[in-house]
């Protein structure tokens, strides 16, 4: 599989990225929280241990809950970061993390929208389908300050597109019709315990992978 780390060529890669073994748990928002619905603060100091915890937080978070991306506002903090871990649908893997992301989508004859499921970890359960572009690009820094552009093609162009509406306060029901949102969040409601409950076997069972390594 081609791997790529903060959009560079990285080779051969972990399963669970070195980020979420050092990482802490923490709780992910659900849709109808505040911080969710406000757009995020700029990063401003780069470099800090704390910036790299909540990194590290972040990236724990979404393996647990078996996401491809995760914006900070869903764990609680309105920073404009978002990390990821999303496979493209053309044998690539994409992992990383962006502060203060632009995003750029195509225009004119080179945008074409294409409509496939997504879902959220902020929307447990539910899964519709949403147009997105099919190419997407961001540009924002890493977590030192260094300047960062990633790019992205097909699923990955759209977890892109969904973590930056994030940081915006805009969670993806916001793009669906009034008929699609209430399916959404009907789905929701039905598949919410079992979600949790997977979630929570999973941070069980990292959690004890944890204190083998640590032997």
């Known amino acids: 599989m081609d791997v790529r780390v903060q959009g560079r060529p990285a080779g051969s890669y972990p399963t669970v990225a070195p980020e979420a073994g050092r990482g802490s748990l923490r709780r992910i928002t659900e849709v109808g929280e505040e911080v969710l ?3 995020c603060r700029e990063v401003t100091e780069f470099g800090s241990a704390e910036l790299s915890a909540l990194i590290d937080d972040m990236f724990l978070a979404m393996h647990v809950a078996e996401g491809a991306g995760l914006a900070a506002n869903q764990v609680g903090v309105d920073l404009r ?3 990821f871990d999303c496979l493209d649908g053309r044998g690539g893997r994409h992992v ?3 502060a203060n992301p632009v995003l750029e989508l195509p ?3 080179g945008r074409r929208l294409v ?4 879902g959220c970890l902020s929307v447990p359960g539910a899964t519709v389908v949403v147009p997105r572009t099919e190419s997407a690009v961001v540009r924002g820094f890493d977590k030192d300050g260094e300047p960062l552009v990633i790019e992205g093609r097909d699923y990955f162009a759209r977890c892109l597109q969904h973590e930056t509406d994030h940081l915006s306060g805009t969670v993806y029901l916001d793009r669906l019709s009034k008929r699609n949102r209430k399916d959404a969040l009907e789905q929701m409601e039905e598949r919410r315990e079992a979600v949790y409950a997977r979630r929570a076997t999973m941070a069980a069972r990292l959690e004890k992978l ?3 390594q640590s032997l």
């Open 37 to 39: 619905r406000r757009p």
């Open 81 to 83: 970061l978002f990390v």
């Open 96 to 98: 990383g993390h962006i």
């Open 107 to 109: 225009e004119g004859e």
């Open 115 to 118: 409509e496939d499921v997504e």
């Open 210 to 212: 944890k204190q083998k």
